[in-house]
């Protein structure tokens, strides 16, 4: 098991979430809304192959890092949402663990994860963090959301209600 792999970012970064944006971001003034996230490639913890590419259909994509309180309080609560039947059968969900350190709580990310019984696609981060720089991350959790023609429509940071975040998600279903 590895807990973080090389990762290739292909395309334009996506503008640095606003940090004065709060817990999401207006489309009407979000820079990244309508643009093209990169797409990445890199390995799970197992060391398959995962690819997250905007324009193969909407997709939530979530960077968490382990020993974040607020991605400990919220993948329960995505999980459970996604358990319970209410994502929408056209939805990708990716989770991208990222901001690694083995020096503190809740490591490794993989087992904690595994706790958790996360089973949506995982993709390992690099040290350097560069999926989550392209991808515009500046704090966790990072969620952003990619219509099926794979331009972002709606981005959020922190503990996002669930409610909301299952509205933002059935914005992007087809």
Not at 46 to 65: D, K
Not at 95 to 109: C, H
Not at 145 to 166: H, M, N, T, Y
Request: net charge negative; charged share 20%.
């Amino acid at each position: 098991v590895q807990e973080q792999a090389p990762v290739t970012v292909t395309g334009e970064a996506l503008p640095s979430y606003p940090t004065d944006a709060g817990l999401f971001a207006d489309p009407a003034t979000d820079p990244a809304v309508g643009m093209t996230p990169p797409t990445l490639k890199g390995e799970d913890f197992q060391g398959e192959p995962v690819t997250i590419e905007p324009g193969s259909g909407p997709m939530v994509v979530i960077f968490a890092a382990h020993w974040c309180p607020h991605c400990q309080e919220e993948i329960p609560l995505i999980r459970e949402w996604i358990d319970s039947g209410q994502l929408p059968e056209d939805v990708e969900i990716n989770l991208v663990s990222t901001g690694v350190k083995a020096d503190q709580n809740n490591y490794p990310p993989s087992d904690w994860l595994a706790e958790e019984g996360w089973s949506e696609q995982i993709l390992l981060d690099n040290p350097d963090q560069a999926a989550g720089n392209a991808w515009g991350l500046t704090g966790y959790p990072y969620i952003v959301f990619v219509g099926a023609d794979g331009k972002v429509v709606q981005r959020a940071s922190g503990e996002l209600p669930i409610d909301q975040f299952g509205t933002f998600v059935d914005n992007i279903a087809v």
